[in-house]
């Protein structure tokens, strides 16, 4: 630990830790040993000194009074949130022994672990955690929830996480915005698109909700949920038709541009204003612009990828740059993700060579299955770093499983979250803030260290103590298993293979605070795809029985006379995921949970602005209140924000969230499931 920075007062450099795009480099004001102000740091390149309000107020959460500080056990029933103080020792004692019984009765498997992103910090999330769990021989967990079906759909045509350098995108001359809600979500991004404006950039949303995203645009286009890859196939109909497309570069950088023009005849601009809801003239006005612009810029959100359709879609809209050759150009090209520019030594941070045996895995969006049906069943839970009672698919059968009285839930917080209500044991976890740990954002290209700057608050341990503490606990000797944060830096920044990360260590982190990786642009080059080349047509993709070209899939319909309205609960602007919905602060800034409705539906059910209003379907139901209008389209239903449980307990979106998986990598299908609703009686 760096006694330098635990000083009491003065300003120290630091990186915000929450699962976002911009991971910001921030710094952090103290006076007499507190965090009394957090601003963005203006000497980082790409946050400039501007942070979006979440982490303004961060200060409100790192302090709140309802903030956990002893391991506590429970003494109440499972969810009712009743607890009792008791030391670290009878916490790691407990643990320990019950799961010597589990290994010896039913073997390691029975034993899943359950996080997320929480906090980016790879030591916390995919190091000494991952070390522990493999020497243990627990069951794997699948980390499927966020962007798994859009990855692997991306990466048939680009061949991995690699897009454009955010930063270049200043020299865009159009940007679309593709299912992002940017302005919440990945607000450095707004600010080079507003450069980018200046200099006379267009800027187009394309969207089911004209969100304050939406609003933000030159042009917003509305789109029916589910339906984007039509889009993008009407618009490449169009180019080729047009003589839009550059043919020296689908000639030299792609296989399979013969096959696509031919195959995207039968998306004619009318039968996909019929798919898409988006009028005819403008499919065309948007091929054309589209088409006429050099360096035109596609940023490719989550919310596409949230559907049954999801993998395809994104494999999709990922193939339109490669038709206008936009990729040649600065600041021209896409980013769904960056992430795989800078990856670090995953073997050695991780060690799966630590694993008795190949456990089984398990797909996180099936929680409420696993823990309900699994055979042989999982017998003991541990959580961190999320919060599944809440952000999960299906969260009725989510927690009718975290309620079976036989399983052994442990939950490592900084609040007493939902899941944690459920848990046998809850253990107070550290804010980034009081930890060391290494960030490599998933959107531009700098890694980032944490250095401690505060003390933990009361008893709190970060992860990778836990894990140390419940490794020598285990009487497991394994030196990875006793690393320190210093130690498993450097192992996983010693990378030879990736030069992005050249000259990269934990000193030079440690004395500059962030480095930027030596990223070269995509093309000329090589791609890591089997061609090497874009793949229009991909033949990875036809061994594994999906079409080959890029398809538009249509949703699944799930009983669509008793279920008018699809459902999308999208993530809000003041909170992340359910991270800030336990702090009165950011609840009082978001105000109350909505449900955007079109005006013609809201008057056909006789729901006025204002009213609460019932939604629900088989999987359960919440309560939200009506704002309607024409942010959305007929037969779309809107909420924005993972609300805490709170008072009523009423706004549990995910109680209506399928738990099937999409068409590719197992990913979520938050945004394809069916409601009705109703206005509630009184
Ligand atoms: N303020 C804030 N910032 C966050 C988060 C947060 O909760 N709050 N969460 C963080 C995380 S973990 C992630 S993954 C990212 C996610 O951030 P984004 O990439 O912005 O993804 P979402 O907000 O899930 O969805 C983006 C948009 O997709 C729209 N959408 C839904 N279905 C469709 C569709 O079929 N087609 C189209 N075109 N649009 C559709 C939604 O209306 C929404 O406006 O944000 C991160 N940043
Ligand atoms: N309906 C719907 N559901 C969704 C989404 C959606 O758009 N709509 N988005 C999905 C997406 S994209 C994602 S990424 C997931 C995110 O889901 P989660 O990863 O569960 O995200 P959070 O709700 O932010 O919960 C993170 C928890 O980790 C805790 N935490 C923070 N730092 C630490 C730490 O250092 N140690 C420990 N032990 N705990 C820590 C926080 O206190 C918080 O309670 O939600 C998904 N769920
Ligand atoms: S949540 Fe995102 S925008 Fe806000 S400070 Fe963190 S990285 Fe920056
Ligand atoms: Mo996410």
């Keep these: 630990m760096n006694s330098y920075t635990l000083q009491p007062d003065g300003v120290f450099p630091s990186v915000c830790s929450l699962d976002c795009p911009d991971q910001c480099g921030l710094l952090v004001h103290k006076k007499e040993g507190r965090i009394v102000k957090i601003e963005g740091d203006p000497s980082h390149p790409v ?56 290994i010896a009765e039913q073997g390691a498997e029975a034993i899943l672990p359950y996080s997320f992103y929480g906090n980016m910090g790879r030591l916390g999330t995919e190091g000494m955690d991952r070390r522990f769990f493999h020497r243990l021989g627990a069951s794997r967990l699948q980390y499927t929830i966020c962007q798994a079906a859009g990855t692997e759909g991306y990466n048939y045509t680009m061949g991995g996480g690699f897009g454009i350098d955010p930063e270049d995108t200043v020299h865009a001359e159009l940007i679309i915005m593709w299912g992002i809600n940017a302005v919440s979500t990945n607000m450095h ?43 993008a196939l009407g618009l490449m109909h169009i180019l080729f038709a047009e003589g839009l497309t550059d043919e020296s570069f689908l000639e030299r950088y792609t296989v399979g541009h013969a096959e696509l023009r031919e195959h995207v005849r039968s998306y004619d601009p009318d039968s996909v204003a019929e798919i898409t809801g988006v009028p005819v003239e403008d499919i065309y006005r948007l091929a054309r612009m589209y088409g006429a612009a050099k360096a035109s810029f596609l940023r490719i959100g989550n919310g596409p990828q949230h559907h049954d359709n999801g993998g395809m879609c ?38 799966p060579d630590l694993l008795p045996k190949q456990t089984r895995r398990i797909n996180m969006n099936l929680l409420g299955s696993a823990l309900l049906e699994l055979d042989p069943p999982v017998a003991s839970l541990f959580v961190y770093n999320s919060n599944p009672a809440v952000v999960a698919p299906h969260a009725n059968k989510v927690r009718e499983g975290l309620a079976r009285e036989d399983l052994f839930t442990v939950v490592h917080e900084l609040f007493l979250t939902e899941t944690a209500a459920y848990a046998d044991l809850v253990l107070p976890a550290t804010s980034a803030f009081e930890n060391t740990d290494f960030y490599r954002s998933y959107w531009h290209h700098y890694v980032q260290i944490q250095e401690p700057v505060i003390e933990a608050y009361g008893e709190s341990k970060s992860n990778v103590e836990v894990f140390r503490l419940l490794a020598a606990a285990m009487g497991f000797e394994d030196e990875a298993l006793r690393d320190t944060e210093a130690d498993m830096i450097r192992q996983a920044l010693d990378y030879p293979r990736n030069e992005v990360l050249e000259g990269m260590t934990y000193e030079k982190l440690a004395e500059q605070q962030f480095l930027k990786g030596k990223v070269k642009p995509l093309f000329p080059g090589r791609l890591h795809t089997p061609s090497g080349k874009i793949e229009l047509y991909s033949k990875t993709m036809e061994r594994r029985g999906y079409p080959p070209l890029p398809t538009y899939i249509p949703l699944p319909v799930e009983d669509e006379g008793d279920l008018p309205f699809l459902f999308i609960p999208a993530p809000n602007h003041n909170f992340l995921n359910s991270t800030f919905a336990h702090n009165d602060k950011h609840v009082r800034m978001e105000r109350e949970p909505k449900l955007h409705m079109n005006d013609a539906d809201a008057a056909a059910l006789g729901i006025a602005n204002g009213d609460r209003v019932r939604v629900w379907n088989a999987r359960g139901e919440c309560e939200l209140t009506a704002a309607v209008g024409t942010d959305v389209l007929p037969g779309v239903a809107v909420s924005q924000g993972l609300w805490a449980d709170g008072k009523d307990g009423k706004a549990l979106v995910n109680a209506l969230t399928p738990d099937r998986v999409a068409d590719m990598g197992g990913g979520a299908v938050f945004f394809s499931g069916r409601v009705r609703i109703e206005k509630c009686a009184g």
């Excluded at 499972?78 to 019984?101: H, S």
């Excluded at 698109?193 to 042009?219: L, S």
């Excluded at 206008?324 to 600041?331: D, F, K, M, R, V």
Aim: with cysteine.
């Design 314 to 351: 994104i494999r999709t809209i990922a193939c339109l740059p490669a038709l206008t050759g936009a990729w040649l150009y600065p600041g021209g090209g896409a980013i769904k993700g960056n992430g795989s520019y800078l990856e670090h030594n995953a073997q050695a941070l991780q060690r």
């Design 189 to 231: 991004q707004v600010v080079l698109a507003e450069k980018a404006r200046k200099r006379g950039a267009k800027i187009v949303v394309i969207d089911v909700h004209k969100n304050q995203t939406g609003r933000w645009a030159d042009w917003f286009i509305p789109v029916r949920p589910g339906t984007d890859a039509a889009l």
């Design 47 to 102: 946050t400039q000194g501007a942070i979006c309000n979440k982490v303004r107020h961060m200060a409100h959460r790192i302090y709140d009074e309802k903030r956990l500080q002893y391991p506590l056990k429970r003494v109440g029933r499972k969810g009712e949130g009743r607890f009792e103080r008791i030391t670290w020792d009878e916490a790691i004692d407990t643990i320990v022994a019950r799961w010597n019984k589990i």
